[in-house]
């Protein structure tokens, strides 16, 4: 089914995504409902409408799925069931949703859809911290399972005598247990997938991260993530299809020497996709609209001979004068509030000549 232009798409949070969604979704003519639960997110600045209730506010998530067309979600981390109440209007489904939010089940889809990932353990307490030193290795790393983003809800463990106060950093929340990983690269498949199984993928990121967040995504990637590239697209595929997943998949990977591993999932459009907007012929933003919508695929081919997007984060932000001013930086400000330490504020992308 086709959802035409002038209808209305309900988008579920109200950060950053969404408002480069709601701006892609204006151009083909679309308008945008963001449905948050904070007073001004950075997405309603750029929609036409705008429900502020929580999450699990099941009666106004029924008032806002009467006033769209179709809904989709910026991010990961929401209660499942009361989202039910959407049901076919919603694009990607639950089930997406449901497997990404705890990297347990996540770490268990995977592997079921015959892919690779790190050794890992569930961790339930102290004792279980202990035993999976002993059974993984050090060094290892302590993930929670839930509401993890970012470095957010991780502590590594380097020897024996980390365990305890590792155990304590993650809040002594229910865990994973993950092995260290020698890796040459780190790089994600960012795909897009219609109802009918279509799909098409972009040129793979070679991405760079500082304190476990994302600081720089270059295409097109070095020749050790290249060679690895057709074997995660196909994993990257077999994972979506066996979600059912329409629209935007990202799966984020490391290039070891056994070949890609699979680090997560994200069910959505992502930040090592934001190249995509200036450096590719149709963004990640504008296919997610065009799948969710049953509008057919645009071209996802590079636009010049590559590009490299950089995270502008916490008081970096304050360097927008600078960065406007530079020739061939497209700025993109978010129009978050307070720029704390950690906080995505906003990108620069710049898009290189061919050679």
């Known amino acids: 089914m086709t959802i035409p232009p002038g209808s209305t798409i309900g988008i579920i949070g109200g950060g950053q995504l969404g408002r480069m969604l709601a701006v892609a979704a204006a151009q083909l003519g679309y308008r945008c409902h963001v449905f948050d639960p904070h007073e001004r997110p950075p997405a309603a600045d750029v929609a036409a409408f705008f429900t502020r209730a929580g999450y699990d506010d099941t009666d106004a998530l029924r008032r806002f799925a009467a006033q769209v067309d179709v809904a989709t979600y910026e991010f990961e981390n929401l209660p499942v069931e009361p989202l039910?109440?959407?049901g076919d209007k919603l694009r990607p489904g639950t089930r997406s949703l449901a497997v990404a939010q705890d990297r347990a089940h996540e770490k268990e889809f995977?592997?079921?859809?015959?892919?690779?990932?790190?050794?890992?353990?569930?961790?339930?307490?102290?004792?279980?911290?202990?035993?999976?030193?002993?059974?993984?290795?050090?060094?290892?790393?302590?993930?929670?399972?839930?509401?993890?983003?970012?470095?957010?809800?991780?502590?590594?463990?380097?020897?024996?005598?980390?365990?305890?106060?590792?155990?304590?950093?993650?809040?002594?929340?229910?865990?994973?247990?993950?092995?260290?990983?020698?890796?040459?690269?780190?790089?994600?498949?960012?795909?897009?997938?219609?109802?009918?199984?279509?799909?098409?993928?972009?040129d793979s990121p070679q991405n760079e991260h500082g304190e476990g967040i994302l600081r720089r995504s270059t295409v097109?990637?070095?020749?050790?993530?290249?060679?690895?590239?057709?074997?995660?697209?196909?994993?990257?595929?077999?994972?979506?299809?066996?979600?059912?997943?329409?629209?935007?998949?990202?799966?984020?990977?490391?290039?070891?020497?056994?070949?890609?591993?699979?680090?997560?999932?994200a069910p959505r459009v992502h930040n090592s996709g934001h190249w995509t907007i200036e450096g590719a012929v149709t963004s990640q933003f504008e296919q997610h609209i065009r799948a969710i919508c049953g509008l057919p695929p645009g071209v996802t081919g590079l636009t010049r001979g590559g590009a490299m997007m950089e995270n502008i984060i916490g008081d970096e932000v304050d360097r927008w004068p600078e960065l406007v001013a530079e020739r061939g930086a497209h700025v993109h400000i978010y129009g978050k509030g307070e720029a704390r330490p950690g906080r995505k504020m906003g990108h620069v992308t710049r898009v290189s000549r061919r050679t």
Do not use: M
């Open 84 to 86: 039910e109440v959407l």
């Open 110 to 202: 995977i592997e079921r859809c015959q892919n690779r990932v790190a050794p890992w353990r569930y961790v339930a307490s102290l004792a279980d911290v202990t035993a999976s030193v002993l059974k993984v290795g050090l060094p290892l790393v302590l993930k929670t399972r839930r509401y993890g983003y970012d470095g957010k809800g991780q502590a590594w463990i380097w020897s024996r005598r980390d365990e305890e106060s590792a155990w304590h950093a993650i809040g002594e929340e229910p865990a994973v247990a993950e092995a260290a990983i020698d890796f040459a690269a780190e790089f994600s498949v960012i795909l897009a997938r219609w109802a009918d199984g279509r799909h098409t993928f972009w």
């Open 220 to 265: 097109p990637c070095g020749e050790a993530v290249a060679l690895q590239v057709p074997e995660a697209r196909e994993a990257a595929l077999r994972i979506a299809e066996a979600l059912g997943h329409v629209g935007v998949l990202t799966v984020e990977y490391f290039a070891s020497a056994d070949g890609p591993l699979v680090n997560e999932i």
